[in-house]
């Protein structure tokens, strides 16, 4: 095992129904790529309900989980596992700040993101959160690293 490898580590992803609506996972994927995280597992779904609810789950309480809920049940998402050093934190700069208005030129919510609710991706906050929702959607002998 090289270096390299050593340091390697995963992040979740979505592509949001807001951007696949609107075609945009090739140049959403695009930005992902160029930015050196390599896309190791990718699947189409359509999430239920009670995959959302799951996964959103930290965000029961708020006054927007039934619009958060109800928006990424509505169409299709692509989930992904991404691969770099530093996954988690990198992704997180990629993708920029949680409402549009607020994120960093050239980054993937300031390129496509309509507004805080349809931002267009996710993205995990930590490895460990990194850990649990890649296990929700993937086996381990679907990614390639
Ligand atoms: P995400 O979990 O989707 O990667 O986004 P995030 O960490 O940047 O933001 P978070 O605070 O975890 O919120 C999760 C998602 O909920 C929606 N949201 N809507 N209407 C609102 O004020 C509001 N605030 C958050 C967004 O879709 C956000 O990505
Ligand atoms: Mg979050």
């Known amino acids: 095992q090289n270096k390299m490898e050593l340091y390697m580590s995963r992040t979740f992803s979505i592509i949001k129904p807001d951007a696949t609506r609107r075609n945009l996972t090739g140049a959403i994927n695009a930005v992902i790529e160029a930015a050196g995280l390599r896309i190791v597992a990718q699947r189409r779904i359509k999430l239920t309900q ?53 994120a960093a030129e050239g980054t993937i919510r300031k390129l496509f993101a309509l507004n805080v609710g349809e931002n267009s991706v996710h993205g995990s906050d930590s490895d460990e959160n990194a850990a649990l929702e890649i296990a929700q959607f993937f086996a381990e002998e679907e990614i390639v690293g």
């Open 50 to 102: 009670a995959q959302a609810e799951t996964f959103y789950g930290v965000h029961s309480e708020r006054s927007f989980f039934g619009e958060l809920v109800a928006q990424m049940t509505s169409e299709p998402v692509v989930v992904q596992v991404l691969e770099a050093d530093n996954a988690v934190p990198k992704y997180r700069e990629v993708m920029g700040a949680t409402n549009p208005e607020n």
